[in-house]
Each structure stands twice: as structure tokens, then as C-alpha cells.
């Protein structure tokens, strides 16, 4: 059977001009209304207008300062490694990206996979750690893009993921061998700290378990990294006045007490402005000031490890066996037929 797996992303402006960013923008903001409470579908799409407008110069300038955002070759590098791991592994699998926010966006990565006929579609989240505004809203969209085009095709979803071992293991690896190349130790005078995407309260509180998702794969990493004290911070996104997620990273690196910080950016599969400029530019800045020398691991998007562990993801649906074998059962945050993720409790 031809497998197709839709990788769904959430997508950064190739070129960064005035008019892709503001809508760009205001796409997220529109997806996102929720957190201010109730409001009219005119109104959400006025605010949204609003904020993107406010919020673009200075998304522009960071994507000036980084010269484009890699994000889209990023997913396409990975998209083209793993479609080769699954071959390898001898199924029929074609890999389709999909983004949330920019183009390709994902209605397009399901036209493309049924004038490919396919027969079987995988949506795979390209987010580790489930939560609402990226892993559902993403899968959300996939089926109404299937539905849109009235295509009857065998569907099934990923969740959460990051409890996958061979993950953790690549991250884990990364940053160890990240650390020996800098000639630093983390049992010494550099400190671990995890930054990880925030998210608003709005979203806490609607019942997402993002932040303990969060909190124990940052346990586990220190774990495997044999590190028993490390922090953890949150890059947020201050548009609205609204809660997110505490401490931010700007307070974590305020506070520690290091000579100097390694900074593993958990959320991210790919570099992006949120690593090469929020990171790496802006954080980088705040650190030197609280006099600490500042390290930040690269993401390792195209590891062998880490491509190996999505293929083992999707092989119980190319190779037909029971996805429960592998650990995945129903999802709890995406109440759909053909959900599976690997953090729903087991029931016997
Ligand atoms: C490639 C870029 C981004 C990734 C990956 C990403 C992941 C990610 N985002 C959330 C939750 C939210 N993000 C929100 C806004 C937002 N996110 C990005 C970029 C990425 N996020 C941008 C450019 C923006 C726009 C706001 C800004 O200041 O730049 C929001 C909505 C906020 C709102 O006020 O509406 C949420 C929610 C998570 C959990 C996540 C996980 C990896
Ligand atoms: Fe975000």
C-alpha cells in the first residue's frame, strides 16, 4: 500500500518583505483569538490585523539579522531523510511538508499526496511536546483539508512524542557531544538550562498538559545527561496582555547561578528566528550582561538518531501491525479516531 506522511509544521517567511510577515502574522493571531477571550469572527480578525501589524517590524529586523529564516529547507531535509530511512526499511512511503502558517501550507501537502494516490496518510506533527495551539490545531487542519477535498483516504495521527527513547537519546547525544567540543562540563561551572516555547495560561487552564509534558522530558534529558541540577525557562510572546508560561528565560538567566549557561532549546526540531535570533542574538545579549558566558546547543534536524526515531514512529502504519505495540495508544488532547501518542496512560 502507498503510505503517505504529511509532516506538519508550523512555517517562518522564506523572504522576509512587509506584506509576507503581516500576514504571516495575523494568520497566527487569527488561529490564537481564543486567549483573549470570547469575540466575533469580524473583531478576532480585526485584532489579529492589528497585532500583526504591531508585531512585524521587529520580527522583520530578526529575520534580517539571520539572513531568512532555514526552517523550510530544514523540514524539506528532513522530509527527503526520512522518506529514505522508511524505504530503506522497504516501505512504499512518500514524505509531504505542510505548514500551519506559511506555504506550502497544509491543504497543499494533502492535494499533493491524492494526485500522488496515495492510499494511506500518516499526519505527523513535527512538535515533540503536544499542545493545543501547534500538534491539534495542525492535526485539526489536516482533516479539514481531507474533508475540503472530499478525498476517502485511511487516516491516522501522531501526537505527543517526545517520550520516544531513541529521541531523547539523540538529543541527549547532541548535547552531550556539543559539550565536549566546547571543552565545558556540565557537573562543573556550566549550568544546563532547557528553553523551552511558552505558552499563554488560557491554554493551561482549558486543560493542555503542555507545561508537564514539558517538565518531565526536561527531566529525563538531564537524566540521560547524568545532571541532577539544571533550570528551565520559557520563551514567550508578549503581544497581548495575557499569562504565559513562568519563569521566562530572560528571568531564568537574570537569576542563575553560573559562570556560564549551556541553553538546549526543547520545542525546537529546526533552527529558526527562536534559536538563531531569540537565542542566540537577543538571550546572548541578556547573559554577557548578567556576566555569563553563553553557549546554545544546535538543534539536530537532521541527525540520524533523531530521523531514525521518526521512522519508528510511523512504521507500525506502513508495516501494519498494532500501533499499541509500539506504546501508542488513543490520544487524550486529540479526541479523534486514529490518534495515537505515546503519553496516554496505559488502561490495563
Ligand atoms: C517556526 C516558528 C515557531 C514555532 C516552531 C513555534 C512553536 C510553538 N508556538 C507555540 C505557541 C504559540 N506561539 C504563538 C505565536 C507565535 N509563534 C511564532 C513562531 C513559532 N512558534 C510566532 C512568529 C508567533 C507570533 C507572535 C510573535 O510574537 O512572534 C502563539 C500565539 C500568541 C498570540 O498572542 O496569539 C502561541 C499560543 C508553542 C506551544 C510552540 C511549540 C513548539
Ligand atoms: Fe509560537
Do not use: K
Amino acid at each position: 500500500m502507498s503510505t503517505g506522511v504529511a509532516l506538519l509544521n508550523f512555517g517562518e517567511p522564506e523572504r522576509p518583505t512587509r506584506e509576507t510577515v503581516v500576514d504571516y502574522l495575523e494568520r497566527i493571531f487569527y488561529a490564537n483569538a481564543d486567549i483573549e477571550g470570547e469575540t466575533t469572527e469580524a473583531e478576532a480578525r480585526e485584532r489579529s490585523r492589528q497585532l500583526a501589524q504591531r508585531r512585524a517590524p521587529a520580527l522583520i529586523e530578526e529575520y534580517e539579522e539571520i539572513g531568512g529564516s532555514p526552517l523550510q529547507s530544514h523540514a524539506d531535509a528532513q522530509a527527503t531523510l526520512l522518506e529514505r530511512e522508511l524505504r530503506d526499511r522497504g516501505y512504499d512511503v512518500t514524505t509531504y511538508v505542510g505548514m500551519q502558517f506559511t506555504e506550502p501550507f497544509i491543504e497543499d501537502a494533502v492535494e499533493r499526496a491524492r494526485s500522488d494516490g496515495v492510499e494511506q496518510l500518516v499526519g505527523l506533527p513535527i512538535y515533540p511536546l503536544c499542545g493545543p495551539s501547534t500538534t491539534v490545531a495542525a492535526l485539526e487542519e489536516l482533516t479539514d483539508a481531507i474533508e475540503a477535498a472530499e478525498w476517502d483516504v485511511d487516516v491516522s495521527e501522531l501526537t505527543g512524542w517526545h517520550r520516544h527513547p531513541g529521541y531523547t537519546r539523540a538529543r541527549a547525544d547532541n548535547v552531550r557531544s556539543f559539550v565536549e567540543t566546547q571543552g565545558l562540563s556540565l557537573e562543573g561551572d556550566a549550568r544546563l538550562v532547557f528553553s523551552a516555547h511558552g505558552t499563554p495560561q488560557y491554554y493551561l487552564d482549558e486543560g493542555s498538559r503542555y507545561v508537564e509534558y514539558v517538565e518531565e522530558y526536561c527531566e529525563a534529558l538531564a537524566a540521560q545527561l547524568g545532571v541532577d541540577e539544571y533550570e528551565l525557562g520559557y520563551q514567550n510572546h508578549e503581544n497581548r496582555d495575557v499569562d504565559w508560561t513562568e519563569p521566562s528565560i530572560e528571568r531564568v538567566i537574570e537569576t542563575v547561578d553560573a559562570d556560564r549557561v549551556v541553553v538546549e532549546p526543547v520545542s525546537f526540531v529546526h533552527e529558526q528566528s527562536e534559536t538563531l535570533s531569540e537565542l542566540d542574538v537577543e538571550l546572548r545579549e541578556e547573559a554577557l550582561e548578567a556576566g555569563l558566558d553563553f553557549y546554545r546547543v544546535p538543534v539536530p534536524y537532521d541527525d540520524e538518531q533523531f530521523i531514525d526515531a521518526l521512522a519508528d514512529l510511523i512504521e507500525p502504519f506502513t508495516g501494519g501491525f498494532e500501533p499499541g505495540y509500539y506504546n501508542l495508544r488513543q490520544c487524550q488532547c486529540r479526541d479523534a479516531p486514529g490518534a495515537f501518542c505515546l503519553n496516554s496512560p496505559r488502561t490495563r
